[in-house]
């Protein structure tokens, strides 16, 4: 007769089962439950099936039949959703294996769960008996179509991880004492939610030699118990694993000697679940190798999440989840809040500034301003630091710039490639907020603006790039600044940039003409109104005498016709109205 205990599962352990005296004892991990406990030992022979050209495989009775249908037609090319239909001719025909539609007709409609048990090494045989064979090919057959997809039954995927499953039992390596009946003393028995329940021969001595659960749970009752070598085993069980597949590899990796050769053929996922077994049943060694693989092999972005979240649900600092991390944290490498990030991205910058190649140069701008928007948070590059780089990259465009108002046309070639660097770090102000400054410096630069017309224009459009594109800040809203600044900005670079809009729009690809107009409209209409008299004035005359190379911003000139003359009419008529409500008011 058989004594039971029930123990909480690893993850959650909270008291000690009893344990009774008897040579034969039976105890239960996890919650008490209705479990059938199968003898598992691989000394029992597996039952074949012979094929039609007389090949006998032993794994062809492992699945049910229309289990075996499916994987016949899967190999014939029968499944792909994209076939069309056969035509009447080969309807006729005597076909070697069912068709999907075939198989569909003669198969149930619903799936019900039922329980697979291994034992003895193999999935049980279909024809074991006449009656659960045929409920279980019903059951295991059933697969539902919506249009073009194939939806395979969660039973015939439970056939499969039990296949699987029958694999690590069955097939081990010589001189490995895992799954041995002959010397094992404990029967170790997995049950899952889905019903999946295995049972295998393991040691006591393995156990509690590589888990501190084990250790906890065998090692101090064992001792008093001592059985006789004919004895039988005790019964172990664990229920609600929630991979018994994973349960399995982990405990297997106790008899390897060599677990990082072993932890080699895993991927990544399934090595995040032997870490999270491992922790939990107190195999330090099997933690180890998983962070050990971490550490050394790729991970996708979607691996990465996963990685760094089990990790921080595991709290596993003290082992080496540390050095696992530091691929993805700076605080981890450093051992510090991530100051040195404002260094490494400086060094970027200047990088990118100084480049030589011109098409490998716009490629790095596009994808350093791609990497610096994602960081919403703006605390990886310091203020200071970005005004340090455009400090530079205005310096250089000064000198070369009055260099040639002197017709020392010298390396005039700086000209475009330090105002194309200043529209970069422009850009990447805006997007951070802090482009204030940056305007205040640039309204300031009346040297280079009266100078202006003494450079050719071929070698100066691209300064009023820089110009159009603080328009088109204010213009958004994207850059506040006062209104002092702001009319600064117009009288000094307002007439350098009509005349440069020509050959702006001619030589730019891709420049936006509408979006720059409109701009510079509302950076106009930002003003108090007697100073938009004075830009919108001097535009319509400067419109009238060369349309094609003067910004059309006809669109804010109405805005200030109606606020300087319709408005003022109706501000004139509205004290009168006032005064009318207000003897009204007295009268009632």
Known sequence: ???????????????????????????????????????????????????????????????????????SALTAGLLNPMSPPPSPAMLDKTRSSPTLFEMMASEADTVGRVPVQIQNGVLPSPSSSSSSSSSAAAATAARTTNVNHLVISAQDKQALAMQRISDLLVIRSPGNQFNDPTSSDVKLTLSSKDGISITMCVHRQILVAHSRFFAMKLSDRWSKQQLPPSSSPYIVEISDCDDVEVYIETLMLMYCRDLRKKMMRQDVSRVLGILKVSAAIGFDAGVLSCLEYLEAAPWS????????????????????????????????SNGSNGGGNDEVLLNLLHIVLEGKDEKARRDMKTLVSKMLRENSSGNDLRKESLYLACDGCLHKLKRQFLQAAESDLENVDQIARQADNLHWILDILIDRQIAEDFIVMWASLSELSEVHGKVPVVHRFEISRVTARIFVGIGKGQILTPKEVRCLLLRNWLTPFYDDFGWMRRASKGLDRYLIEDGLSNTILTLPLAWQQEFFLAWFDRFLNSNEDCPNIQRGFEVWWRRAFWRRKEQSQEPARLRITASANENS
Do not use: C, W
């Open 1 to 71: 007769m058989l004594s039971s205990a029930v123990i909480s599962s690893p993850v959650s352990l909270s008291s000690e089962p009893e344990f009774t005296t008897r040579p034969v004892s039976k105890f239960i991990f996890g919650s008490e439950k209705d479990l059938q406990v199968m003898d598992f030992s691989t000394s029992t022979t597996t039952s074949t099936a012979t094929a039609a050209n007389g090949y006998s495989s032993p794994r062809d009775s492992l699945f049910p039949s229309n289990f075996t249908k499916f994987n």
């Open 301 to 332: 972005e979607d691996e990465e999440y996963r990685i760094a979240s089990l990790l921080s649900e595991l709290h596993l600092e003290n082992v080496g989840a540390t050095e696992v991390l530091r691929r993805v944290s700076v605080e981890a």
